[in-house]
C-alpha cells in the first residue's frame, strides 16, 4: 500500500452519505474502485447511532489516519481511509475521494 500521496485538488470527487455507503470492486457498490487490489465489497459506511462507523469487509485491509484498525471503526470529522491507492476523507455527510493517477474511479 502506497502511504506516500501527492493529492491533487482536481482529482478528487464527492459522495454525500445517505445511509449505507459501499466502497469497492464491485461495479453494484455506490463508490467503485477499480484497481484489482481492492476487494469486490472493501468497506462500508454506515450510520451508527449519531454518527457514522466503517466496517472493513476486505481481505487486504485498510488504513484510517495510517494506522490499521479492528474491523469496525467509529468516523471523526476529517478521518483519512487509505484503500490500496485511494485515498478518502471522511466528513460529516460526505466522502471525498482521491483517485489514483492510474486508477479509476465511477460511482
Known amino acids: ?9 482536481d ?3 464527492t459522495f454525500p ?4 455507503t459501499t466502497l469497492g470492486r464491485d ?9 484489482p487490489r481492492v476487494s469486490r465489497v472493501h468497506a462500508i459506511v454506515e450510520p451508527s447511532g449519531d454518527g ?8 487486504n ?4 489516519n495510517g494506522e490499521t ?14 484503500i490500496q491507492d485511494y485515498l478518502v476523507f471522511f466528513r ?6 482521491h483517485r489514483p493517477e492510474e486508477g479509476r474511479l465511477s460511482a
Request: with cysteine; hydrophobic share 40%; net charge positive.
Open 52 to 59: 457514522w462507523k466503517l466496517v472493513d469487509r476486505s481481505s
Open 92 to 97: 460529516p455527510g460526505f466522502l471525498l475521494v
Open 1 to 9: 500500500m502506497n502511504t506516500n500521496f501527492n493529492a491533487r485538488l
Open 27 to 35: 461495479p453494484r457498490c455506490t463508490i467503485v474502485l477499480t484497481d
Open 69 to 82: 484498525f479492528p474491523r469496525v471503526a467509529r468516523l471523526r470529522p476529517n478521518d483519512r481511509i487509505q
Open 17 to 20: 452519505l445517505e445511509g449505507e
Open 61 to 64: 485491509g485498510m488504513l484510517i
Open 11 to 13: 482529482r478528487f470527487e
